[in-house]
T-cell receptor, first 114, second 111 residues
Framework: SQTIHQWPATLVQPVGSPLSLECTVE??????LYWYRQAAGRGLQLLFY??????ISSEVPQNLSASRPQDRQFILSSKKLLLSDSGFYLC?????????????FGSGTRLTVV | SQKIEQNSEALNIQEGKTATLTCNYT??????LQWYRQDPGRGPVFLLL???NEKEKRKERLKVTFDTTLKQSLFHITASQPADSATYLC??????????WGAGTKLIIKP
């Protein structure tokens, strides 16, 4: 069965420090991968998505970057965190070019920048 | 610009009754619509998908309707239980398989 792993669950980082969040998917090949951020009471904001290794599309210009070094690995990074980067970060995957199934989300990372 | 609206206020329902949540959208012609459940501190969980040419979809105690003329979807939970308490998100998808998300409605089922 397909599973998605996202870690860490919570993270407190000082302003100006780097960030690396990792997401891995098991049980499927060539998935679409997504990074979302969710602010309290707001809808999910798509940050990045990837349709294949090394292929990254950015939806929102910001202080973050993403990479997909392997088919089932998606990494969210920042060189210097800002206070505004605080939030709930979610990784998700979906079947390539098929709308019959929803997205499968990881359990999320609560990032607090202090 | 594209906009999705879900009731921002929490919906309180007595156990055993039917809960109905609304998702309205403007300036968009989705190919399909999805509903998710999200518990506090967790990622959303996919529940149902309905396409633009479908009027209604059912799954156990869940029912979703999709009216492209009214630009509205209704999400029903029959015989509601306290365990159904959560935030429910709707998301619209286009032919490029990208989703636009509503902010969600918090549902509280009281025993």
């Amino acid at each position: 069965s397909q599973t998605i792993h996202q870690w860490p669950a919570t993270l407190v980082q000082p302003v100006g420090s780097p960030l690396s969040l990792e997401c891995t998917v098991e049980g499927t090949s060539n998935p679409n991968l997504y990074w979302y951020r969710q602010a309290a009471g707001r809808g999910l904001q798509l940050l990045f998505y990837s349709v294949g290794i090394g292929q990254i599309s950015s939806e929102v210009p910001q202080n973050l970057s993403a990479s997909r070094p392997q088919d089932r690995q998606f990494i969210l990074s920042s060189k210097k965190l800002l206070l505004s980067d605080s939030g709930f970060y979610l990784c998700a995957w979906s079947v390539v070019q098929a709308s019959n199934y929803g997205y499968t989300f990881g359990s999320g990372t609560r990032l607090t920048v202090v | 610009s594209q906009k999705i609206e879900q009731n921002s206020e929490a919906l309180n329902i007595q156990e055993g009754k039917t809960a109905t949540l609304t998702c309205n959208y403007t300036n968009y012609s989705p190919a399909y619509l999805q509903w998710y459940r999200q518990d506090p501190g967790r990622g959303p969980v996919f529940l149902l998908l309905i396409r633009e040419n479908e009027k209604e979809k059912r799954k156990e105690r869940l029912k979703v309707t999709f009216d492209t003329t009214l630009k509205q979807s209704l999400f029903h939970i029959t015989a509601s239980q306290p365990a159904d308490s959560a935030t429910y998100l709707c998301a619209l998808g286009d032919s490029n398989y990208q989703l636009i998300w509503g902010a969600g409605t918090k549902l509280i089922i009281k025993p």
